[in-house]
């Protein structure tokens, strides 16, 4: 298939067998490397160093040995070296939108969207960072004054997934940095070079060496991760990805009881009730279902379609996904890409075999296209679906959407929330009050009503139940980066001095 890489406009960004450690540049220790591909066509596009747990140990020293430094800085001083890096990754956008379509394949107009809403959180914290303030608190003693100051909590471990190469990461530094703290992040095996180009950035906009360090590991991972997870000189780790991987790190970290932030797993309820607009509730599942080809962990995962609306719906949800163009990213006019990998495809497939063999009907694609390469899959719906079909129970990641009928706001409530996970959920409805109660009753960290799109610097972002714990993002996203120190003054009831 005909697929041209663009060139980057400064080539300098682009950052191959190399690692960020101590405001340095360097390989791994044992000289290994791994490939890193395009998900497009299958070519390589550079190595990466494959770390290990001497490397990582390195990292964290670097990033203790800055701490003290760091944390002294005024809130306004990292609210400027926020402010500088947010600039220069404005201004290397379309770059740092090309490295996403590259390494994950998403087209490049969503890659630019990307890089917009990646930097933005450094916009939003850099403007957090000079407002963290404590409290001061009427004691219960006599004599006693009460206040609190918001501390770094230290060196932090960043473990980020190959979905959002440039958002997740951004959405945990930005945080990170407004509060004090230095870091050692983990770059995902699949999409290592976007974060090393933020990385050349922040050196750009003057972040202080050993503040941020970059690492790399393919088949590593768990090794990089266990020292991440049991060193006593981490004392927060926050990660994004799958949930099983998620109670691993959590009892990995026990040892130390460090604090812990899980953005994991989703199984998003997409409920369209009959009351809905018809038109506003197929765009929002358009937007929800099959952002990133599916591969979000908020993406719509149970299409759940009252019955008085679900013939309309399913005919002119379908229509809408037959117009999409599935393609390499840099190819004008395509709107959907490939998934990230053949294991990827395989898990779709399956999902659409099973729910066919269980009596789904497939009303628009179905199959994988080896037309376009091994990682691309036709954009499906399926109507007809019932519980039984392990779409209805598993996350697909992946462009599948399963349309599932239902009769009442009880029975679609509960059906919505029969998972162990609970991220986002979505419904579209025009009755306030139905609006309100089934809000409120969605087991989930995040509610989207009438829209099918809720990520936004601004907003809380993290789940409930095993999807896991602390928010990302809006004015919550610092205080998982702090600890909360009380400080008591006694003695302070003697009178005026004569
Ligand atoms: C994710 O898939 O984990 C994040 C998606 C988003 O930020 O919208």
Redesign the pocket.
């Known amino acids: 298939m005909h697929h041209t890489v663009p060139k980057l406009n400064d080539p300098s960004l682009l950052k191959t067998n190399v690692a960020y450690v101590n405001g340095e540049w360097v390989q791994a220790k044992s000289g290994k490397t791994f490939e890193v591909t395009d998900p497009s066509t299958g070519k390589t596009i550079g190595v990466a160093p494959e770390m290990d747990a001497e490397d990582t140990k390195l990292a964290i020293d670097a990033a203790a040995a800055a701490f003290p430094e760091f944390r002294k800085k005024t809130g306004r001083e990292r609210s400027k070296l926020l402010r500088r890096w947010y600039d220069l990754c404005v201004e290397n956008s379309e770059d740092i939108a090309r490295l996403i379509t590259w390494e994950n394949g998403k087209p490049f107009a969503d890659a630019k969207g990307e890089a917009t809403?990646a930097a933005n959180f450094f916009e939003w914290f850099s403007e957090e960072a000079p407002r963290l303030y404590g409290d001061t608190i009427p004691a219960s003693v006599p004599g006693n004054r009460v206040v609190t100051i918001k501390e770094p909590i230290g060196v932090c471990a960043l473990i980020t997934?190959w979905?959002?190469p440039a958002?997740?990461i951004t959405?945990k530094i930005g945080p990170a940095l407004a509060a004090g703290c230095t870091v050692v992040a983990k770059s995902p095996g699949e999409t290592p070079f976007t974060a090393l180009a933020l990385a050349e950035l922040a050196h750009r906009a003057g972040v202080p060496k050993g503040v941020i360090n970059i690492i790399s590991a393919l088949k590593n991972t768990p090794e990089v991760g266990e020292l991440l997870t049991t060193s006593p000189v981490v004392k927060k780790v926050s990660f994004?990805g799958s949930t099983p991987v998620g109670k691993l790190l959590m009892k990995q970290s026990s040892s130390t009881l460090k604090k812990l932030s899980f953005?994991l797993g989703g199984n998003a309820p997409f409920i369209v009730f009959d009351d809905a607009d018809l038109d506003t509730a197929v765009a929002g599942a358009i937007a929800s279902k099959f952002r990133s080809s599916g591969q979000?962990?908020?993406c719509a995962n149970r299409l759940y379609i009252q019955s008085g609306i679900y013939d309309k719906f399913a005919e002119s949800f379908a229509a809408k996904v037959k117009e999409f163009k599935v393609g390499g990213g840099y190819t004008d006019g395509v709107t959907h890409g490939p998934l990230i990998h053949d294991r990827a495809i395989s898990k779709v497939d399956a999902h659409v075999r099973d729910a066919e063999k269980k009596g789904g009907k497939v009303l628009v694609g179905g199959q994988k296209m080896p037309e376009l390469g091994d990682n691309f899959y036709q954009p499906t719906v399926i109507s007809g679906m019932t519980t039984d079909m392990d779409l209805a129970s598993e996350e697909t990641f992946g462009p599948v959407a399963g349309l599932f009928k239902f009769e009442t706001e009880e029975e679609v409530v509960r059906l919505a929330n029969n998972t162990e996970v609970g991220l986002a959920g979505y419904f579209f409805s025009k009755d306030i009050q139905r609006v309100t109660r089934v809000a409120e009753a969605l087991e989930v960290g995040m509610v989207g009503v009438n829209t099918g799109l809720i990520?936004d610097p601004a907003a809380p972002?993290g789940g409930v139940k095993e999807s896991g714990f602390g928010r990302e993002g809006s004015k919550y996203g610092v205080g998982d980066y702090q600890v909360t120190k009380m400080i008591t003054y006694g003695g302070n009831e003697q009178p005026l001095q004569k």
């Open positions: 809403y997934p979905n959002f958002a997740m959405r994004t953005e979000t962990c908020v990520s972002f």
